[in-house]
């Protein structure tokens, strides 16, 4: 065979691997998500420069923690698709959405709490880094923890506690932006019953919140997990996934589905928020929680407040349809610094297909090979065609 048309099947062969890889990954990345453009649904004013808020829950990166059932190949490769879903989608998002600022809801890591020796834990801390960088301008919080990264209640870590707010900086605090108070409460060290030392730094910053600049602000709490709910009263609405509607109510090693009735009775008798935003059950729900006897009567912040459970973000998060959530927030003071009412809107926004853009890779890699069979005769060409389509998958995913 001559060389003229091996060389030009070889050159088709990677221009259509790098069209494919572009029109199933990355241009189907940018249509989904240029569906949650902030023009798209919030309503403000003429005029108005709202706040732009990002909302991720639940990323959780894999690691030797998350299958160890499976084989190591597998594992490997689970954990390059995942990293590289994760960073296409928080950098493709970023461009398109351009956030003032982002937030995480914990769970940053899956066997974080795993980790004892720091080596080990400090380069899963790089690589969280490399798949969600800084951006210039934008304000960015990665310190709430989740179960997965120090544990759950009478069982978090102390060390693994200080080392995770050494290197993401302290929890149970506060931001002001856009006119509004973003609260941070490590709602699962406040949750043990056994250790002081853990629990006297979340109670105390909640028993001082009354008396903070905080509370001249319409308030979002974020919390790692959901407060407490009746979930045959209270049910998700048609978003959530699994379950139907109803929210679990469950416990088990190092987790808990919410926090105890009457730490979430405490927490929203200390923070009276207008919103709360929690993470860990990784699918959707929406509840609205009644601060005083008015409830849903009066006024929100005051007599009532909603709470979402966001969406993870990842892959691998057990859900067809993973999200983030969008807050735009917009509290006009007039000259008496009187707030404005009304001054959150919020937004689901859908990540592309987790699978979507495997299973046309793995079609077009079957089909490739189909290709090379019925073409050329040679074992040499067959083996070639393979090597060139696997080296390609393996470049564009390991980011």
Known sequence: MTTAPVLKFYLGLVTIWWFLIYASDTWSAYRTIKKCSWKNWEKWPAHSTPHHSLVYADPQL?????????????????????????????????????????????????????????????KE???FNRIFPKFPNVRINMALPGNHDIGFGNEVDLDKLMRFRTFFGDVNTFDLLGNHSFILI???????????????????????????????????????????????????????EHNKQLFPIQKGYQYQTVIDPELSNFILAKSKPSLVLSGD???????????????????????????????ACSMTGGISKPAIQLLSLYNNLDNNHKQSSNTIQQQICFLPSPFGAVKFLGFAYVATLLLALRKFKTE???????????????????D
């Open 186 to 240: 490590d709602s699962i060290s406040l949750s043990s019953q056994s250790q002081p030392v853990v629990t006297n730094d979340p109670r105390w910053f909640l028993d001082n919140l009354t008396d903070s600049l905080a509370m001249q602000y319409p308030r979002i709490l974020f919390t790692h997990v959901p407060l407490f709910r009746d979930p045959t009263e209270q049910t998700c609405g048609p978003l959530r």
């Open 380 to 398: 040499k060409i067959h083996f070639h065609a393979i090597a060139i389509s696997t080296i390609i998958i393996i470049l564009i995913f390991n």
């Open 281 to 311: 059950d990784h699918d959707y729900c929406h509840i609205q929680h009644e601060l005083t006897d008015l409830g849903t009567k009066g006024m929100v912040g005051e007599d009532y407040c909603d709470e979402i459970t966001v969406k």
């Open 125 to 127: 801390y790089k690589r």
């Open 62 to 122: 894999v690691d030797d923690y998350s299958y160890p059932e499976r084989l190591q190949l597998i594992n490997y490769f689970t954990k390059k698709l995942s990293d590289h879903y994760l960073h296409r989608n928080y950098m493709m998002v970023n461009e398109l959405l351009r956030p003032d600022s982002i937030f995480f809801l914990g769970d940053l890591f899956d066997g974080g709490r795993e980790h004892d020796g720091d080596d080990v834990w400090f």
